[in-house]
């Protein structure tokens, strides 16, 4: 299985034709044609439905779309890491996947310390829910995660970071809870409720314990903003970090915090054992200075 194959079949995939995505990748149709079947026979699967207009992705193809852009992207981490190892000044890529939190700021002083002191060090900043954190994460995809959860301390090293997020309800000015001071379980009951999966697994339940299953969520999200404009729009109720919703006066949204209080830690972690590059030392070493 050739990475460049590979390639061909990303974009076969994401423009739905192969003789579009042989057009972006400036070879010729009948070749990228050959070199898909080709790997269809060497894995035993057939990756597309064909059409005579399109190609559709079969459940075997979806499958490798994800293990594909996993294998392109460990290989490109590679060969950036090793291009590093011949540069004279300290240089090359760190990666971090990051939930949102207003209490991020550390990484911010980290990075503008770093740019001043090694300057060919980039930074690559990734959100995404903590399953799909923490398996990119196992595999090397990522350097770094900055989590808003307890993990398994036998598979990962950990630093604290001394600020904790505070849970609250983002609503209308003119919805029925606006009123309020502070946002209780019993208030929330029968309301239509968006929050994050994992915090409808994670975090809730240690505070409304039995009565969780009780909430009428309405929408999962994993993006703060996203939920937002739905909130905004009338649609419900948003549970969330305090801060990440502009809730200013000039804003049409408030923000009420939960009571009794909601609270989450955040930790920095990453494998144990993990082999890292030049810069990821450097950096793990600036992030050590700035938390500890």
Not at 33 to 42: A, G, M, N, T, V
Not at 116 to 142: A, C, N, T
Not at 192 to 210: E, H, I, K, T
Request: proline share 3%; net charge negative; aromatic share 8%.
């Amino acid at each position: 299985m050739e990475l460049r194959v590979l390639k061909y079949f990303l974009e076969a995939a994401r423009l739905g034709n192969i003789t579009k995505a042989a057009e972006s990748l400036n070879v010729t149709q009948p070749t990228m044609s050959r070199q898909i079947k080709d790997l269809e026979w060497e894995l035993g699967e057939k990756l597309f439905e064909r059409t005579n207009y399109s190609i559709k992705l079969t459940p075997a193809g979806c499958l490798l779309r994800e293990r594909a852009e996993d294998i392109l992207e460990m290989a490109d981490k590679t060969l950036s890491d090793f291009k590093a190892l011949k540069e004279d000044e300290i240089a090359g890529d760190v990666t971090i996947a990051c939930a949102e939190s207003k209490n991020i700021s550390f990484l911010a002083k980290c990075i503008n310390q770093l740019k001043v002191s090694h300057p060919k060090i980039r930074f690559h900043l990734y959100s995404g829910d903590s399953e799909r954190i923490l398996e990119k994460l196992d595999k090397g995809l990522f350097d770094f995660a900055v989590v808003v959860e307890s993990v398994d301390l036998e598979k990962y090293n950990q630093l604290t970071v001394h600020a904790v997020d505070r849970w609250g309800v983002v609503m209308r000015r003119d919805s029925e809870l606006a009123v309020l001071d502070y946002v209780e379980p019993k208030d929330l009951i029968g309301k239509p409720v968006m929050v994050s999966r994992q915090a409808l697994a994670a975090d809730f339940p240690r505070w409304l314990g039995d009565d969780t299953d009780r909430l009428n969520v309405v929408a999962t999200l994993d993006l703060t903003y996203n939920g937002s404009v739905l909130a905004r729009e009338g649609c419900g109720y948003l549970l969330t970090f305090e801060g990440l919703a502009n809730t200013g006066k000039e804003s049409p949204l408030c923000f009420k915090p939960l009571m009794p209080e909601l609270t989450t830690s955040m930790y920095v972690i990453w494998r144990k054992h993990q082999n890292f590059s030049r810069a990821g030392k450097i950096f793990l070493e600036k992030l050590k200075s700035v938390l500890e």
